[in-house]
């Protein structure tokens, strides 16, 4: 089956800890975003990337750390400079074509600070 | 700069009822509208999308959307509303110039079904 996997899809994380999310796709797309979601503010984008060692930050980067060594994955560090992690994290891919455009997403990861 | 409007927080129909879930944008360039829906603690399934062309976009479960240049909206329309139906509903925005494929949401609509 193509698609986005994201795992872990819960997550727990200790005050001061780093934790990293996954996410892998095999839709051969060349985009691949983060993107944070809080209750009422709908999805606001983190980092992406169009191509293999290139990324670029979002609205939202300071705290988070990514990298795009291979195509199909796209790693996401929150670090421990995110003073409010709690959220739900989404990543997607896109062709980014004129006609293909749509993103597609992964299932999500369920971030707690405990 | 890009954004995207979604005046209600919720939307409260009653099966079987018409279903309308608004949606307002603001873009430099030309827009590629979509919508998305969102069930509890999972991911954005893609419903429609408008590129180009007709002003009517018929998408996935008998969705659909009217594209409305001159109001800036895109509000998305099911004529018979399902109880399955209730979930979050995002619009989304992309300026067609922008070659990063970025998206900018609205805040969401929570749809709610009733039977």
């Known amino acids: 089956d193509g698609g986005i996997t994201q795992s872990p899809k819960y997550l727990f994380r200790k005050e001061g800890q780093n934790v990293t999310l996954s996410c892998e796709q095999n839709?051969?797309?060349?985009?691949m975003y983060w993107y944070r979601q809080d209750p009422g503010q709908g999805l606001r984008l983190i980092y992406y990337?169009?191509?293999?060692?290139?990324?670029q930050k979002g609205d939202i980067a300071e705290g988070y750390s990514v990298s795009r060594e291979k195509k199909e994955s796209f790693p996401l560090t929150v670090t421990s400079a995110q003073k409010n992690p709690t959220a739900f994290y989404l990543c997607?891919?896109?062709?980014?074509?004129?006609?293909?455009?749509?993103?597609?997403f992964g299932q999500g990861t369920r971030l707690t600070v405990v | 700069a890009q954004s995207v409007a979604q005046p209600e927080d919720q939307v409260n129909v009653a099966e079987g009822n018409p279903l309308t879930v608004k949606c307002t944008y603001s873009?430099?360039?030309?827009?590629?509208l979509f919508w998305y829906v969102q069930y509890p603690n999972r991911g954005l399934q893609f419903l429609l999308k408008?590129?180009?062309?007709?002003?009517l976009v018929k998408g996935s479960y008998g969705f659909e959307a009217e594209f409305n240049k001159s109001q800036t909206s895109f509000h998305l329309k099911k004529p018979s509303a399902l109880v399955s139906d209730s979930a979050l509903y995002f619009c989304?925005?992309?300026?067609?110039?922008?070659?990063?494929?970025?998206?900018?949401f609205g805040a969401g609509t929570q749809v709610v079904v009733t039977p």
């Open positions: 997607a891919s896109n062709l980014v074509t004129a006609e293909n455009t749509e993103a597609f």
């Open positions: 839709l051969n797309h060349d985009a």
């Open positions: 990337s169009q191509i293999v060692n290139d990324f």
């Open positions: 873009v430099s360039g030309n827009p590629y």
């Open positions: 408008y590129i180009t062309g007709d002003n």
């Open positions: 989304a925005v992309r300026d067609m110039r922008d070659s990063w494929g970025k998206l900018q």
